[in-house]
């Protein structure tokens, strides 16, 4: 209630602030919250951000300058961030006659920080269990540690190896890497200040590289029986030979896997994000209809409402990182197939 | 639509900082921290074997002990009853042999009593026969000449007294 309170008396001074200054966006803002940047928002302060390194292959060689000489608009060493139906919100080259060009851009940008934030924040996780068990032996950990510890056993023990059996020292590594990086961006993802705040498993490129990564395990982990199910399936021959149908499906197959894990953990977390934001505007929405009395009143719904989606995203965290997890490993052990001769 | 059009610099810098983790982790941290969780599962498991072994070692003891302790009474019985015995025995062989010794004390006692009696009575009836001898002569001096005669007399009266007693 008192959080809800607050709230209320927040939505008064922002609506105070906002009164007949903007119109409000709503495609915008949820772009500019889902979307990358090049600086990094400083908590409750829309206007300042703190300055990120971009690095840009133009047409004349290598650029390397803060993001703060550009993020007003200005234009730097000939890039400025553009605004238009191109290149919308990217760092683009100006050249001679006017036109602009997309540089090769390996901008640590806000994403490309928080992917290293959360790497960090994994290893330093991590490190804290190995150095506990370093330290300490065989003694059972505590607190944090032990929280950690019982995730690792869960994954570990209770998931990958059951599955993978006696191949699960080799994959065990990739696979566990695989569940806290995702968990660390899942949950940082939904902290909405400076460290946080990046929605990285919500954005394809992100997800992407990690189902490319674990397509390539799983097909380089391929026995000859795998292959030989892929190529050369135990079908009637009619479905196999002429034309290679079944062959065509399964490598389809190859495929469709590691899409699907991509497209999986990008549309659950997006999709969580989005309805926090959507709710979040409805306040200012229906503010600007009905006018403030409706939109204080929205605010207390749409608080209640958004609070459930984040308790109700955290759980989809763990479940989306779990599910990457334990798909990739029933795929590699699908890949792992030995002979077998009882079945048909 | 930035979101679904993968950018360029973002996916490379997500692969390198994956695959940076991914070395890190799987060279320093993953192998110990599953050796060590594998280890400290091994480590209960054989506790608790451990303990349950124990528990049955000892109730074993007991057992045995109770066992132990039933046949040290056995034997302890066994032993007072040979000891007895072997009293009763010893206390029965030292009555006989003391019955047999007294035995030959009071037979030998008896053979020197009967010699001494003997011995006393000839004596007696020497001195005896001696002092009548004595007596009678006096009185029959006179009117006794064969003394030979008259001796024979009074041993034939004495013989008769003797025989009389």
């Given at each position: 209630m008192?959080?809800?309170?607050?709230?209320?008396?927040?939505?008064?001074?922002?609506?105070?602030?906002?009164?007949?200054?903007?119109?409000?966006?709503?495609k915008e803002i949820i772009y500019e919250h889902l979307g990358d940047a090049y600086g990094w928002e400083i908590p409750f302060c829309h206007d300042v951000r703190i300055p990120l390194p971009i690095i840009a292959k133009g047409e004349d060689g290598w650029h390397c300058f803060m993001s703060s000489r550009v993020t007003s608009g200005e234009t730097y060493e000939g890039f400025r961030i553009n605004h238009g139906e191109e290149y919308n919100g990217k760092l683009v080259q100006v050249l001679d006659d006017g036109s602009v060009s997309r540089p090769l851009d390996l901008s640590i940008t806000k994403n490309v920080a928080a992917i290293m934030v959360c790497a960090l924040l994994v290893i330093m996780m991590v490190f804290s269990v190995r150095n506990w068990y370093r330290k300490h032996g065989m003694k059972a950990p505590r607190k944090g540690t032990a929280v950690l510890e019982l995730i690792v056993d869960y994954v570990y023990t209770d998931t990958i190896r059951p599955i993978l059996g006696k191949h699960s020292p080799k994959y065990a590594p990739y696979l566990l890497t695989v569940f806290f990086f995702i968990l660390t961006m899942n949950l940082m993802g939904l902290v909405v200040i400076f460290p946080g705040g990046a929605n990285l498993t919500g954005n394809l490129a992100v997800t992407m590289v990690l189902a490319v990564i674990t397509f390539f395990v799983i097909n380089l982990s391929g026995t000859r029986e795998y292959w030989k199910e892929i190529l050369w399936p135990d079908v009637p021959l009619g479905l196999k030979c002429p034309a290679p149908m079944m062959p065509f499906i399964e490598i389809l197959g190859m495929f469709t896997k590691?899409?699907?894990?991509?497209?999986?953990?990008?549309?659950?977390?997006?999709?969580?994000?989005?309805?926090?934001?959507?709710?979040?505007?409805?306040?200012?929405?229906?503010?600007?209809?009905?006018?403030?009395?409706?939109?204080?009143?929205?605010?207390?719904?749409?608080?209640?409402?958004?609070?459930?989606?984040?308790?109700?995203?955290?759980?989809?965290?763990?479940?989306?990182?779990?599910?990457?997890?334990?798909?990739?490993?029933?795929?590699?052990?699908?890949?792992?197939?030995?002979?077998?001769?009882?079945?048909? | 639509m930035e979101l679904f059009t993968p950018e360029f610099g973002l996916v490379f810098w997500m692969f390198v900082a994956f695959l940076c983790l991914y070395c890190i982790l799987a060279k320093?941290?993953?192998p110990f921290i599953i050796k060590s969780m594998e280890e400290r599962a091994d480590?209960?498991?054989?506790?608790?074997?451990?303990?349950?072994?124990?528990?049955?070692?000892?109730?074993?003891?007991?057992?045995?002990?109770?066992?132990?302790?039933?046949?040290?009474?056995q034997q302890q019985a066994d032993i007072l009853r040979d000891a007895a015995k072997m009293r009763n025995q010893i206390i029965e062989d030292a009555r006989g042999e003391a019955a047999v010794e007294a035995k030959k004390v009071s037979e030998a006692a008896m053979v020197s009593i009967e010699q001494a009696k003997k011995e006393s009575e000839k004596q007696l009836r020497r001195e005896v026969s001696e002092i009548a001898l004595q007596?009678?002569?006096?009185?029959?001096?006179?009117?006794?000449?064969?003394?030979?005669?008259?001796?024979?007399?009074?041993?034939?009266y004495l013989n008769e007294v003797e025989t009389k007693n």
């Amino acid at each position: 209630m008192v959080l809800i309170a607050l709230a209320a008396f927040g939505y008064m001074r922002a609506a105070q602030h906002h009164h007949g200054t903007t119109e409000v966006n709503p495609k915008e803002i949820i772009y500019e919250h889902l979307g990358d940047a090049y600086g990094w928002e400083i908590p409750f302060c829309h206007d300042v951000r703190i300055p990120l390194p971009i690095i840009a292959k133009g047409e004349d060689g290598w650029h390397c300058f803060m993001s703060s000489r550009v993020t007003s608009g200005e234009t730097y060493e000939g890039f400025r961030i553009n605004h238009g139906e191109e290149y919308n919100g990217k760092l683009v080259q100006v050249l001679d006659d006017g036109s602009v060009s997309r540089p090769l851009d390996l901008s640590i940008t806000k994403n490309v920080a928080a992917i290293m934030v959360c790497a960090l924040l994994v290893i330093m996780m991590v490190f804290s269990v190995r150095n506990w068990y370093r330290k300490h032996g065989m003694k059972a950990p505590r607190k944090g540690t032990a929280v950690l510890e019982l995730i690792v056993d869960y994954v570990y023990t209770d998931t990958i190896r059951p599955i993978l059996g006696k191949h699960s020292p080799k994959y065990a590594p990739y696979l566990l890497t695989v569940f806290f990086f995702i968990l660390t961006m899942n949950l940082m993802g939904l902290v909405v200040i400076f460290p946080g705040g990046a929605n990285l498993t919500g954005n394809l490129a992100v997800t992407m590289v990690l189902a490319v990564i674990t397509f390539f395990v799983i097909n380089l982990s391929g026995t000859r029986e795998y292959w030989k199910e892929i190529l050369w399936p135990d079908v009637p021959l009619g479905l196999k030979c002429p034309a290679p149908m079944m062959p065509f499906i399964e490598i389809l197959g190859m495929f469709t896997k590691p899409v699907a894990l991509m497209v999986r953990l990008f549309a659950n977390m997006m999709g969580g994000h989005m309805v926090v934001l959507v709710l979040m505007l409805l306040i200012f929405i229906f503010s600007g209809m009905f006018g403030a009395a409706v939109g204080g009143a929205t605010t207390v719904f749409s608080l209640a409402f958004a609070l459930f989606m984040l308790a109700l995203d955290t759980l989809v965290s763990f479940i989306q990182a779990y599910v990457f997890t334990i798909l990739s490993t029933i795929f590699i052990s699908m890949a792992l197939v030995e002979p077998h001769g009882h079945e048909a | 639509m930035e979101l679904f059009t993968p950018e360029f610099g973002l996916v490379f810098w997500m692969f390198v900082a994956f695959l940076c983790l991914y070395c890190i982790l799987a060279k320093l941290a993953w192998p110990f921290i599953i050796k060590s969780m594998e280890e400290r599962a091994d480590l209960i498991d054989k506790g608790v074997a451990y303990a349950q072994e124990a528990k049955a070692n000892l109730d074993n003891a007991k057992a045995e002990a109770d066992h132990l302790l039933a046949e040290a009474r056995q034997q302890q019985a066994d032993i007072l009853r040979d000891a007895a015995k072997m009293r009763n025995q010893i206390i029965e062989d030292a009555r006989g042999e003391a019955a047999v010794e007294a035995k030959k004390v009071s037979e030998a006692a008896m053979v020197s009593i009967e010699q001494a009696k003997k011995e006393s009575e000839k004596q007696l009836r020497r001195e005896v026969s001696e002092i009548a001898l004595q007596i009678a002569e006096k009185v029959l001096r006179k009117n006794v000449s064969n003394d030979q005669a008259q001796r024979e007399l009074v041993d034939k009266y004495l013989n008769e007294v003797e025989t009389k007693n």
